[in-house]
């Protein structure tokens, strides 16, 4: 079975430069997360989808951030314009999404995209 | 709101000794609790879980934690750890009828000859 794939695997920009991250997730799972990792920390959730409705963007800085999964399958997250503060590895995971499941389910991550903003 | 602490940010262990790796959480409803292991350059990987019923729980490599509510912790333990075991360890916990998984800060475990 294939694992979640994420690309690209890094990334250069420089502040207030425009990126962009995909995500494919295991194949069946109906529900789907982006975490930021910041260097030092745990990841932080950013955004849950439930196919390709918004669970929770509740840490999602939406004046700079956005995500979209628009046929319940892949998804892209987006940093426009990008700031020093978003250097960190941003993280895909993906789990099977049954009702009610999720608080319970295995995670299945990707193995991230590490972003560097100068 | 929920919050796990990680007591130790490093623990360096030799190999084949036993390690614990302690974790503590804050809730005020009864949560799920899991930990994950992170190898270098790669994601996330889920080593066990805590839902109900038994409070020791066995996962993969040799793993087990202990959920202990009155003390609110889940400690990880390893009998005796092997050099593959260098990682970076994540306890995180969730509150029941919630969806968001909240981190600890890890601990990085270092296994040397």
């Known amino acids: 079975e294939a694992g979640v794939a994420q690309s690209p695997r890094y990334k250069i920009i420089e502040k207030r430069q425009s990126v962009a991250f995909w995500c494919n997730p295991i194949s069946g799972h109906a529900t789907l997360y982006w975490y930021q990792q910041i260097l030092g920390q745990g990841p932080k959730l950013l955004i849950q989808f439930q196919n390709n409705g918004v669970v929770d963007d509740s840490q999602l800085p939406k004046d700079r951030f956005s995500a979209e999964r628009l046929k319940g399958v892949d998804s892209t997250l987006k940093i426009q314009p990008a700031k020093l503060e978003d250097s960190a590895v941003y993280l895909c995971?993906?789990?099977?999404?049954?009702?009610?499941?999720?608080?319970?389910?295995?995670?299945?991550f990707g193995p991230g995209t590490r972003l560097l903003v100068l | 709101a929920q919050s796990v602490t990680q007591l130790d940010s490093q623990v360096p262990v030799f190999e084949e000794a036993p390690v614990e790796l302690r974790c503590n959480y804050s809730s005020s409803v009864s949560v799920y609790l899991f930990w994950y292991v992170q190898y270098p350059n790669q994601g996330l990987q889920l080593l066990l879980k805590y839902l109900s019923g038994s409070t020791l729980v066995k996962g993969i490599n040799g793993f087990e934690a202990e959920f202990n509510k009155s003390q609110t912790s889940f400690h990880l333990r390893k009998p005796s750890v092997h050099i593959s075991d260098t990682a970076e360890y994540f306890c995180a916990v969730t509150p029941t009828g919630f969806q968001k998984l909240v981190f600890g800060t890890g601990t990085r475990l270092l296994v040397s000859p």
């Open positions: 995971a993906s789990s099977v999404g049954l009702a009610g499941g999720p608080p319970r389910e295995t995670q299945y």
